[in-house]
Structure formats: C-alpha cells, structure tokens
C-alpha cells in the first residue's frame, strides 16, 4: 500500500511560514523623500530578487542624548521598527487602535541612521 501524503502538515508548514513573513520587526531602509515630521523609505532587502514597496508616513523617535535637532535626509540608510499595533491615529496620549494587524510596516518608526565612512571624527 502506498504511503499517504501528509496534507495536514504541509498545511500547518504553509499557515506557519505565512505567519512568520508577515510579521515586520525591524528593517533597514533608505530615505527616499523628506516631508518633516515623516518620510517615504525603500526597504532595501530584496525578496526573490524583487524591491519591496515604499513605506510612507514614517516617524521618527529622538532618543535621550541625541540633538533636539535631527539630521536626517533624503539618501540617508536607516533602521526602522514596526511597532505592535496601528499607530494611524496617534497625535498624542491615548490612541484608538482601527486594525488588530500585528507589527506592520505600516506602524513604522526610524530609530536611526546607518553610519558610514564620513560620519566618523578622524
């Protein structure tokens, strides 16, 4: 007798492995448009070979001990967090949350900038 196929598992693989990539944690992107206090990024990992979209609308975080002046621009490589929920409309304190969505890069935040060569002293 042949062996049956285990389409039980291989669902539960696929469920899992679709689970798994639509969750969005942290990712690095360059800054391709400024509009103070947010900018458009490109992600700049490639799935498959293939750009992934432009993100909008992403805010920054000034973190203690950084200037009160931020210097970020367009061409910029930064980090980026999704944060847990829909922060559409926050403006300050409490917030409604319209999405149960978990760590969509919709919910973006820069924390900051990828150094490179110049951005250190000599």
Same mark, same amino acid.
């Given at each position: 007798?042949?062996?049956? %196929? ?23 992107? !360059? @800054? ?18 293939? !750009? ?8 920054? @975080? @000034? ?28 403006? !300050? ?8 969505? %978990? ?14 060569? !110049?951005?250190?002293?000599?």
């Amino acid at each position: 007798m042949a062996e049956q %196929k285990d389409y039980f598992t291989d669902l539960m693989r696929k469920v899992y492995s679709n689970s798994i990539n639509d969750v969005s944690v942290a990712y690095i992107a !360059k @800054i391709e448009k400024m509009t103070p206090p947010t900018a458009t990024v490109q992600p700049l990992a490639r799935i498959d070979g293939k !750009k992934e979209s432009m993100v909008q609308k992403v805010h920054f @975080i @000034i973190l203690p001990g950084q200037p009160e002046l931020l210097d970020y621009n367009s061409g910029d490589e930064v980090i980026v967090i999704c944060l847990d929920d829909d922060n559409s409309k926050y403006t !300050k304190g409490y917030y409604p949350v319209s999405s149960n969505r %978990k760590h969509s890069v919709d919910y973006s935040f820069v924390i900051g900038k990828i150094a490179n060569k !110049k951005d250190f002293k000599k």
